[in-house]
C-alpha cells in the first residue's frame, strides 16, 4: 500500500465528539479515506458537526451510516457500547474492521465482542489523547501527533486487519503499541483513570470550602490547584462509564496510593524531612522522564493564553 493511499473507502464514526472529530480531521489531513459518515442522532448535535464540516455525510440512522463502511469507530461513552454492537451488526459488512476510542479494554472485548458477525475484523483501541473539551466543534487534526494508541486485538485477529488499523493511526500521527485488554486496564488506571478521580475529589473538596472561604480557593487558586481543575472539566458521562467498567483496576491502585498516601502523611506528622525529600526527588525524576519521551513539553504553562492545551 502506497504511504499516501487511501487506507478505507468508507470510513463511519459511531459518535463524532473531540475523539471522534479529530479521527475524521486527520484522517482527512493525512488522505485516509475516501468517505467519511458520521452516525449523530441528536439533530442539534448534527447541527453543530454540519458546521464543523469534518464529514461527507451526517446521518441520524445507523444503518445509512454503517452500510459499506470498511471501518467502523466506535466514539461515544463506553456504557453505549453494547447497545450499538447489537444494533449495527446486521450492517457490518464481511472484511470491515470495527475498533473503539474506548479508555478500557476488558468490558469492550466482553460485551461488544459477542456482537461482532463472522468475517468482521474486531480490533479495540485506544487513542491515548484528549483535552478537556467535548464536541463536535473539538476536534483537531493534530491532536493525536506524537501520542500513542493502543490497539488490544483478540485472539484470532487477521494480520493483515491489524497492519490496516495500525497503519492508519499512524498515519493519523500516533505511534502504536499492541497490548492484553487486562495489561491496558490495570496500566491506564495509574496513568489515567486514578489520576482523574483524584482530581474530580480534590476540585469538589475545593468546592466545598469555597463557600467558607469566601471566593478565596478561586480567587488564589495556584497553578497546581489549576490543573486539577482542567482534568475535572472532562467529560462527566465519559469518565463515569470509565470508573463503572473498569473499577476492578482502579479499585487495585486505589489501595496502592492509598497506602502511599498514609506513609506519606506519617512522613508530614513526624517531620521526617529525609523521607519527603527522598520521594520528591524520586517523582521529579518521573516528570523529566516524562518530557525526555516526548509526552510533554519543558515550557512553563501558568493557564495563560497562547499555550497549547493539554493531552489526557
Given at each position: 500500500?502506497?504511504?499516501?493511499?487511501?487506507?478505507?473507502?468508507?470510513?463511519?464514526?459511531?459518535?463524532?465528539?473531540?475523539i471522534?472529530?479529530s479521527?475524521?480531521?486527520?484522517?482527512?489531513?493525512?488522505?485516509?479515506?475516501?468517505?467519511?459518515?458520521?452516525?449523530i442522532?441528536?439533530?442539534?448535535?448534527?447541527?453543530?458537526?454540519?458546521?464543523?464540516?469534518?464529514?461527507?455525510?451526517?446521518?441520524?440512522d445507523?444503518?445509512?451510516?454503517?452500510?459499506?463502511?470498511?471501518?467502523?469507530?466506535?466514539?461515544?461513552?463506553?456504557?453505549?457500547?453494547?447497545?450499538?454492537?447489537?444494533?449495527?451488526?446486521p450492517?457490518?459488512?464481511p472484511?470491515?474492521?470495527?475498533?473503539?476510542?474506548?479508555?478500557?479494554?476488558?468490558?469492550v472485548?466482553?460485551?461488544?465482542?459477542?456482537?461482532?458477525?463472522?468475517?468482521?475484523?474486531?480490533?479495540?483501541?485506544?487513542?491515548v489523547?484528549?483535552?478537556?473539551?467535548?464536541?463536535?466543534?473539538?476536534?483537531?487534526a493534530?491532536?493525536?501527533?506524537?501520542?500513542?494508541?493502543?490497539?488490544?486485538?483478540?485472539?484470532?485477529?487477521?494480520?493483515?486487519?491489524?497492519?490496516?488499523?495500525?497503519?492508519?493511526?499512524?498515519?493519523?500521527?500516533?505511534s502504536?503499541?499492541?497490548?492484553?485488554?487486562?495489561?491496558?486496564d490495570?496500566?491506564?488506571?495509574?496513568?489515567?483513570?486514578?489520576?482523574?478521580l483524584?482530581?474530580?475529589?480534590?476540585?469538589?473538596?475545593?468546592?466545598?470550602?469555597?463557600?467558607?472561604?469566601?471566593?478565596?480557593?478561586?480567587?488564589?487558586?495556584?497553578?497546581?490547584?489549576?490543573?486539577?481543575?482542567?482534568?475535572?472539566?472532562?467529560?462527566?458521562?465519559?469518565?463515569?462509564?470509565?470508573?463503572?467498567?473498569?473499577?476492578e483496576?482502579?479499585?487495585?491502585?486505589?489501595?496502592?496510593?492509598?497506602?502511599?498516601?498514609?506513609?506519606?502523611?506519617?512522613?508530614?506528622r513526624?517531620?521526617?524531612?529525609?523521607?519527603l525529600?527522598?520521594?520528591?526527588?524520586?517523582?521529579?525524576?518521573?516528570?523529566?522522564?516524562?518530557?525526555?519521551?516526548?509526552?510533554?513539553?519543558?515550557?512553563?504553562?501558568?493557564g495563560?493564553?497562547?499555550?497549547?492545551?493539554?493531552?489526557?
Open positions: 500500500m502506497s504511504e499516501t493511499a487511501p487506507i478505507f473507502g468508507k470510513l463511519t464514526l459511531i459518535g463524532a465528539g473531540l471522534g472529530s479521527i475524521a480531521h486527520a484522517a482527512r489531513r493525512a488522505n485516509l479515506v475516501g468517505h467519511i459518515a458520521a452516525y442522532p441528536r439533530p442539534e448535535t448534527r447541527a453543530r458537526a454540519e458546521k464543523a464540516g469534518f464529514a461527507n455525510s451526517l446521518h441520524a445507523l444503518e445509512p451510516a454503517v452500510t459499506d463502511a470498511d471501518c467502523v469507530v466506535l466514539a461515544t461513552p463506553i456504557g453505549t457500547y453494547k447497545s450499538l454492537a447489537e444494533n449495527i451488526a450492517y457490518l459488512k472484511g470491515a474492521i470495527l475498533t473503539d476510542v474506548g479508555s478500557v479494554k476488558g468490558v472485548v466482553n460485551e461488544v465482542g459477542p456482537h461482532v458477525p463472522p468475517g468482521v475484523n474486531f480490533i479495540p483501541g485506544h487513542p489523547a484528549g483535552t478537556e473539551h467535548s464536541g463536535p466543534e473539538a476536534g483537531f493534530e491532536l493525536f501527533d506524537g501520542r500513542w494508541c493502543i490497539l488490544t486485538p483478540v485472539p484470532g485477529t487477521d494480520s493483515q486487519a491489524l497492519e490496516r488499523l495500525k497503519t492508519f493511526w499512524q498515519r493519523c500521527g500516533s502504536v503499541e499492541i497490548m492484553e485488554a487486562k495489561h491496558h490495570l496500566v491506564l488506571a495509574i496513568t489515567s483513570h486514578v489520576p482523574h483524584i482530581a474530580y475529589n480534590i476540585v469538589g473538596t475545593a468546592a466545598d470550602l469555597e463557600t467558607v472561604t469566601q471566593s478565596e480557593v478561586i480567587k488564589y487558586s495556584a497553578s497546581g490547584f489549576r490543573d486539577f481543575t482542567r482534568i475535572a472539566a472532562s467529560d462527566p458521562t465519559m469518565w463515569r462509564d470509565i470508573f463503572l467498567n473498569n473499577r483496576a482502579v479499585l487495585e491502585m486505589l489501595g496502592r496510593f492509598n497506602e502511599d498516601l498514609a506513609a506519606l502523611q506519617r512522613a508530614v513526624w517531620g521526617d524531612g529525609d523521607a525529600f527522598n520521594l520528591f526527588t524520586r517523582t521529579r525524576a518521573i516528570r523529566r522522564s516524562i518530557i525526555e519521551a516526548g509526552q510533554d513539553t519543558p515550557a512553563p504553562n501558568f495563560r493564553s497562547g499555550t497549547s492545551s493539554p493531552r489526557r
